[in-house]
Nanobody
Framework: QVQLVESGGGLVQPGGSLRLSCAASGSIRSIVTMGWYRQAPGKARELVATVTSSGTTNYADSVKGRFTISRDNANNTAYLQMNSLKPEDTAVYYC??????????????WGQGTQVTVSS
């Protein structure tokens, strides 16, 4: 079993910054990618950014140039640096990690979510 624990959400004013962290622990053999998704009230969950184990990144167009995803492979941790935040970035942010366990099982793991609210 693999657990993902997110931290770093909160309330910030427009134009401000936040840094989210996602720490994976448990019976991990390897994590394919680590990523962040978000879900605003009444909307579907959407991709924010992903990063592979080799460092290749992918971003939603809405966050390009403002958000930066990074990954610490040694500690199975991913980060999302969010700058120039806008009210439309308000959502619950979920960490995602497709991973192989020590037993060889593959599963798409999700964190519990952390609230990000951008408001004056």
């Amino acid at each position: 079993q693999v657990q993902l624990v997110e931290s770093g959400g909160g309330l910030v004013q427009p134009g401000g910054s936040l840094r989210l962290s996602c720490a994976a622990s448990g019976s991990i053999r390897s994590i394919v990618t680590m990523g962040w998704y978000r879900q605003a009230p009444g909307k579907a969950r959407e991709l924010v950014a992903t990063v592979t184990s080799s460092g290749t990144t992918n971003y939603a167009d809405s966050v390009k140039g403002r958000f930066t995803i990074s990954r610490d492979n040694a500690n199975n941790t991913a980060y999302l640096q969010m700058n120039s935040l806008k009210p439309e970035d308000t959502a619950v942010y979920y960490c995602n990690a497709p991973a192989y366990t020590l037993r060889g099982s593959f599963y798409n793991y999700w964190g519990q979510g952390t609230q990000v609210t951008v408001s004056s």
